[in-house]
């Protein structure tokens, strides 16, 4: 049996300065799902997301991914089986170039030489960027900077990418491309924001985090079409939105 | 305004390398213990702040304007190591990027900007906010200690030409008027560094580096209701035991550089010999550039200079390749997996 | 325009090829060599750059290039040229002027040997990719935290200083114009607010570098190793420079 690509159960946490976060999540998702975790600001998303790997550790509860725990031990596996695609592709483009960057991730996990220049290459056409490999991440478009930033993270043959925020900042073509993208990559997705179209759009699966809790999961259409469930958690379809009868989906 | 090559010999400015060196791989050491894996891109985003601060101009009087130094700021917002880093990274990307300072005064250019200010800076911050505590105390406390780095790094200027040019040069003469003129200066400095600094405690106290002693202690509540107090938050790392470490080993360089610089100059008394070269000195001092006004005479026609120089060359690569080495070896030693 | 590119001028010349951490060192030892040459060698000064403008040619970098990023040198130049006039001691006439004697050898030493040292690095930003430096310098066995950092500072420059003009952008249109001390609180809001940014990007860069496995060293990702005759073609600008100082020393 294929394990799942993530389970978390339980998962509570506290910031050291008292601030409780996470109240008791639980959540699993199948290999190859792409699913949307849906939430106003403050529901704890980031959170959640900094403990896929390994980066809070949890306060009570556990996360396994691919049927490995997140523990002190398995990190160094852990982090490379989860591809975290920040909301600032500022903070996740540190290295002097495009190239570079993209090579970190493989570098340190002892990827070198001329695999090590295959993996960039390859990553970095899955995203249509490899005619940008050698600028610096200063020179490229917001939207460009952020298809490099998923780059990064495909490089490292991820088990589950997940994406915070992914449509913020992007402008409606650079929006349309990164959808075609995702749609393309055969992966597990995990997608957290609060742009309900791009969630409908990309992702057969949605829930909805608040107060620290998963309090909806099921079919994004269903959960999208529900105006007092999405009301109470302080979530709005944009104005003029209505939900399209029968969705196109690659 | 960065030194360039050829105010100082080649003897002190080789020794002026080797100083550098060491106070910043001692900096190195101990930003790591503080930082440890953060230590790069904290101490990296420190110098992308501190030069683009440099680059915010404020008006002063008539039409002037002065930029900050800000070595003093980094040691108070960022802690004295990393304030080093910062600032010496800052000083080695327009050297090498920029052509701004001279390769050769580098380590002139690192000690005077970096190493005496947030020494200094540090000094007199830590003994002020002991007899003044609270936030007044840490306002209070960056302003002296940007006033005063400011002068003491015109003082080390003169004193570092005194020790190593071969010009006459009065020492307690020039040393006055360039306090003067930096005092001025330091003023401005002082200003600029304590509002910012206010500024940063007012929103996000807790990275003031300067002010952590000022947290809030943990509360602890029991389950009969009552609470305690713990201690206070712990104590930042740079303890008053690394100092003697610190001054220890620029106290070795500063002897080396001595030595070497004495090879460069093989009329040490000479020193007194052209009084009438001390008139000059006083009042060229009172322009704003006084201080370089004294580097004008770091040359001596003849071989000596020269000798010296390469005597020098081979003594820095020798300590520097030594430090480099140890540097590396504690730097693998100490890195570890952080969660 | 990235800052740290300013200076770099693309292109396939010799110089350009050469490893980053062969002309790091010669330039440094240039600068050296080129400093501990007594000022009263006029004819040595004039070897060195004749050597600066060769490396020049070769590296096809124009002369404009380098005489407009000579700016930097600037408010020496105008001091240099004060140092003269307003100094005492021995006395001669130029033009009507009354200058110093000493404070004109003070200021041809000045002028002399800043002018070259700036011309040699400026030839050697200009022939380097950033990068390339930095990972020159980790070569040269500059530890490598300090790259690290150098690193980290120059690919957050061009964000912070966008992050401080966009501030300059808000203050100004309502109405701000810094015109006396007075104003200096609202700097140094500015300021702070810049510092409190800065420090959380640091945080966050590093969250996504331990996201991507990320353990204290930096992973090697471009072995440039140099050659024996990489390394005999970039010195020969030193020993160039040192074979005239050892041969002044002799004829002196």
């Known amino acids: 049996m294929i394990p799942n690509s993530l389970e978390v159960s339980r998962l509570a946490y506290a910031y050291p300065d008292g601030t409780q976060a996470l109240f008791g999540v639980d959540l699993t998702i199948g290999r190859g799902e792409r699913v949307a975790l849906l939430g106003p600001n403050g529901a704890g998303k980031t959170t959640l997301v900094m403990h896929l790997n390994g980066i809070l550790t949890p306060g009570h509860g556990t996360v396994t991914v691919a049927g490995t725990p997140v523990r002190r031990d398995t990190l160094k596996e852990i982090r490379q089986r989860v591809g975290l695609v920040f909301q600032d592709p500022d903070d996740q483009l540190f290295m002097p170039t495009v190239r570079d960057d993209v090579a970190f991730g493989p570098a340190n996990a002892g990827v070198r030489g001329e695999e090590l220049a295959a993996v960039v290459k390859n990553a970095l056409d899955r995203v249509g960027m490899l005619d940008v490999a050698d600028r610096p991440p200063h020179h490229l478009s917001f939207g460009q900077r952020r298809r490099v930033a998923v780059a990064t993270v495909l490089a490292m043959e991820p088990e589950i990418l997940v994406l915070d925020e992914p449509s913020s900042n992007l402008d409606p073509a650079a929006r349309r491309e990164l959808a075609e993208i995702l749609r393309s990559l055969d992966v597990t997705v995990l997608m957290v924001t609060h742009d309900l179209p791009y969630a409908l759009e990309l992702c057969e699966r949605a829930m909805i985090l608040s107060d620290g809790v998963v309090a909806a999961d099921g079919p994004t259409r269903e959960l999208l079409g529900d105006a007092e469930l999405l009301a109470r958690h302080r979530l709005e379809l944009p104005y003029g939105f209505a939900i399209p009868a029968a969705a196109e989906r690659g | ?339 | 325009m990235g800052v740290g590119r300013r200076l770099y001028l693309p292109g396939g010349s010799p110089v350009h090829r050469l490893p980053p951490q062969c002309k790091l060192l010669a330039v440094l030892a240039f600068a050296i060599v080129m400093v501990a040459t007594p000022r009263e060698w006029f004819w040595a000064f004039g070897l060195y750059a004749g050597m600066l403008a060769a490396v020049a040619a070769v590296a096809r970098i124009p002369p404009g290039h380098i005489l407009r990023r000579m700016v930097v040198e600037l408010p020496f130049v105008l001091f240099a040229f004060l140092i003269p006039v307003i100094g005492l001691g021995e006395r001669t006439e130029v033009l009507g002027l009354s200058l110093s004697v000493p404070g004109l050898w003070a200021a041809w030493n000045i002028l002399a040997k800043a002018t070259l040292g700036v011309t040699a690095s400026i030839l050697l930003a200009s022939t380097t990719e950033p990068r390339d430096v930095l990972v020159g310098a980790q070569r040269l066995r500059v530890p490598d935290l300090l790259v690290q950092i150098a690193m980290f500072m120059l690919r957050y420059l061009d964000v912070i200083l966008d992050e401080m003009r966009r501030m300059r952008v808000a203050r100004e249109s309502r109405g701000f114009q810094a015109r006396d001390l007075r104003h200096a609180p609202v700097i140094a809001r500015s300021a702070g607010a810049l510092f409190i940014r800065s420090y959380e990007r640091g945080e966050r860069v590093h969250l996504a570098m331990l996201s991507r496995g990320y353990s204290g060293q930096m992973p090697i990702i471009h072995d440039l190793s140099a050659t024996a005759r990489q390394w005999g073609t970039a010195l020969a600008l030193p020993l160039a420079a040192l074979a005239v100082l050892l041969l002044g020393g002799l004829a002196a």
């Open chain 2, 1 to 339: 305004m960065h030194v360039p090559d050829g105010f100082f010999t080649a003897a002190v400015s080789v020794s002026a390398g080797v100083v550098a060196a060491a106070g910043v791989a001692v900096c190195l050491r101990g930003a790591r213990r503080e930082l440890d894996d953060r230590t790069a891109p904290m101490a990296g985003l420190v110098a992308a702040f501190v030069f683009a601060v440099q680059m915010l101009n404020f008006p002063v009087a008539g039409g002037t304007s002065g930029h900050l130094l800000g070595g003093a700021l980094a040691a108070i917002l960022a802690g004295p190591f990393t304030g080093v880093l910062a600032i010496a990274v800052v000083l080695l990307v327009q050297a090498l990027f920029f052509a701004d300072g001279g390769l050769t005064a580098l380590g002139v250019n690192i000690i005077l900007m970096g190493l005496v200010t947030v020494l200094v800076g540090w000094g007199v911050f830590r003994l002020v906010t002991r007899v003044v505590p609270g936030r007044g105390g840490v306002t209070a406390a960056s302003f002296a200690a940007a006033l005063l780095s400011v002068p003491a790094s015109a003082l080390v200027f003169t004193l570092l030409f005194w020790i190593g040019g071969t010009a006459p040069i009065d020492l307690a003469t020039v040393a006055a008027a360039m306090t003067g003129v930096h005092v001025l200066i330091g003023v401005g400095e002082g200003l600029i560094t304590a509002l910012t600094v206010a500024a940063v405690l007012s929103v996000r106290p807790d990275l003031v580096y300067g002010a952590r002693e000022l947290a809030a202690p943990l509360v602890l509540r029991g389950a009969d209701g009552t609470s305690t107090v713990t201690g206070r938050a712990p104590e930042p790392a740079a303890g008053a035991g690394r100092l003697p470490f610190l001054l220890g080993g620029l106290g070795v360089s500063l002897l080396l550089a001595g030595i070497v610089s004495f090879f460069a100059s093989p009329h040490p008394d000479g020193l007194e010999s052209v009084a009438e070269e001390q008139g000059f000195l006083g009042q060229a001092t009172d322009h704003v550039f006084g201080g370089f006004a004294l580097a004008d005479y770091g040359e001596v026609g003849g071989i000596p200079v020269g000798v010296a120089g390469i005597v020098g060359v081979a003594l820095t690569l020798i300590v520097a390749g030594v430090i480099a080495y140890a540097a590396r070896v504690r730097g693998r030693a100490s890195s570890g997996e952080r969660v």
